[in-house]
């Protein structure tokens, strides 16, 4: 089955104590991206990824990193998680980029206290 | 600035009772617009892209159309199983700094 997978889904960490969110997609696809939701201010992009090696900056990319070593996994990493980066995290990716319609995992629910 | 608006913020129909969703967006030239269903707790889920003005898609109840300035998605005879939250994103034309910008989306109730 042609998806994206996301782990864990739910996390609940102290604040500075390093983690990892995976994504791995099985569809081939070139583009990947991170995004987090948040009530009243919806989808915003963190960081995307146009293929292997080339990662680049979202509308949010401050207290993340991510990379991108092979085309099907891009983990987003929070080297020091802090209470505002609580929220709902989704990987996405697409064929070739933004123009196509994005599959989407099922979601992070991640909790920083 | 680009900017995408959703309305209404939330719907509650009667089974069967046809009704649309309203996406408006001012961009710097459109690229295409995406309609995408989200589930409580999930992931948005891909369900049509629009090019141009003019242009309609459609799947089972829904119908998504585009003018110049909006889009609606039109729900024919909705069921409870349509009950969701439909987020509409536009990309604009902006070369090298294009951006997929989101808007809130509306959640919409069918009731049985």
């Known amino acids: 089955e042609a998806q994206v997978t996301q782990n864990p889904r739910y996390l609940i960490t102290v604040t500075g104590k390093k983690l990892t969110v995976t994504c791995s997609q099985n569809m081939n696809h070139e583009y990947m991206s991170w995004y987090r939701q948040d009530p009243g201010l919806g989808l915003r992009q963190i960081y995307y990824?146009?293929?292997?090696?080339?990662?680049d900056k979202g509308d949010v990319p401050e207290g993340y990193k991510v990379s991108r070593k092979e085309k099907r996994n891009f983990p987003l990493i929070l080297e020091s998680p802090s209470p505002n980066q609580t929220s709902l995290y989704f990987c996405?990716?697409?064929?070739?980029?933004?123009?196509?319609?994005?599959?989407f995992g099922s979601g992070t629910r991640l909790t920083v206290v | 600035e680009d900017q995408v608006t959703q309305s209404p913020e939330a719907l509650r129909l009667q089974e069967g009772e046809s009704s649309s969703l309203n996406c408006s967006y001012t961009?710097?030239?459109?690229?295409?617009l995406f309609w995408y269903r989200q589930d409580p707790g999930k992931g948005p889920e891909f369900l049509f892209t629009l090019y141009s003005a003019g242009e309609e898609k459609e799947k089972e109840r829904l119908k998504a159309t585009l003018t110049k300035k909006e889009s609606f998605l039109h729900i024919t005879a909705p069921k409870p199983e349509d009950s969701a939250t439909y987020l509409c994103a536009v990309l604009n034309n902006a070369g090298n700094n294009r951006k997929l910008i989101w808007g809130l989306g509306t959640s919409l109730a069918v009731n049985p």
């Open positions: 961009v710097s030239g459109l690229r295409g």
């Open positions: 996405a990716s697409s064929l070739y980029g933004e123009a196509e319609g994005y599959t």
């Open positions: 990824s146009m293929n292997v090696e080339v990662t």
